[in-house]
């Protein structure tokens, strides 16, 4: 079955440490998303590609990094300057263009910091 | 920028009873809309979306939701809730360059017996 897969569904990581949260799509889907989730605050997106080795910074890009080496694969790094890592992560997919308003989601890891 | 308001952060209701989960959208460009719902400690998952055409727009899950140009609105409504339609409900707007979206802050949907 097609679908996103992140990993790992849970990790806990020390202050001043990089944590690197795998997401991977076999949708041969173009466009791929990280979004943060907090409680009550929605989503918000932190980066986004549509296409390989091209991202763009979301609403709170800072403290993060993305690289886009192969279509299936999005890795987020949540760096040491990421003041409060501590979040539910969710990693999305579509197709591009007007298109992209079908997002597919995966089931997310939750970061807990120390 | 387009975003979107959903005015509850938490509705309780009886099963069986009706429901409508509020949305508000502001935007000066065409607009589309949608709805996603999350279980706990899942990902999201399309339930309708509104495009052009119809304003009544239905979706999975016997969820429906009504496009209202002139309030500026596009709430979620179930005639009759079940226990299962426990879960956080997000309404979302696609950004002008059709690329991205942007989620409301989300409604949580409690159904009691």
């Known amino acids: 079955d097609g679908g996103i897969t992140q990993s790992p569904k849970y990790l806990f990581r020390k202050e001043g440490q990089n944590v690197t949260l795998s997401c991977e799509q076999n949708?041969?889907?173009?466009?791929m998303y990280w979004y943060r989730q907090d409680p009550g605050q929605g989503l918000r997106l932190i980066y986004y590609?549509?296409?390989?080795?091209?991202?763009q910074k979301g609403d709170i890009a800072e403290g993060y990094s993305v690289s886009r080496e192969k279509k299936e694969s999005f890795p987020l790094t949540v760096t040491s300057a990421q003041k409060n890592p501590t979040a539910f992560y969710l990693c999305?997919?579509?197709?591009?263009?007007?298109?992209?308003?079908?997002?597919?989601f995966g089931a997310g890891s939750r970061l807990t910091v120390l | 920028a387009q975003s979107v308001t959903q005015l509850d952060s938490q509705v309780p209701v009886f099963e069986e009873a009706p429901v409508e989960l509020r949305c508000n959208y502001s935007?000066?460009?065409?607009?589309?809309l949608f709805w996603y719902v999350q279980y706990p400690n899942q990902g999201l998952q399309l339930l309708l979306k509104?495009?052009?055409?119809?304003?009544l727009v239905k979706g999975i899950n016997g969820f429906e939701a009504e496009f209202n140009k002139s309030q500026t609105s596009f709430h979620l409504r179930k005639p009759s809730v079940h226990i299962s339609d426990t879960a956080e409900y997000f309404c979302?707007?696609?950004?002008?360059?059709?690329?991205?979206?942007?989620f409301g802050k989300g409604t949580m949907l409690l159904v009691s017996p």
């Open positions: 999305a997919s579509s197709i591009k263009g007007r298109g992209a308003n079908v997002l597919t």
């Open positions: 949708l041969n889907h173009d466009a």
């Open positions: 590609s549509q296409i390989v080795n091209d991202f």
């Open positions: 935007s000066s460009v065409s607009v589309y």
């Open positions: 509104y495009l052009s055409g119809s304003t």
């Open positions: 979302a707007t696609m950004n002008s360059g059709y690329s991205t979206l942007t």
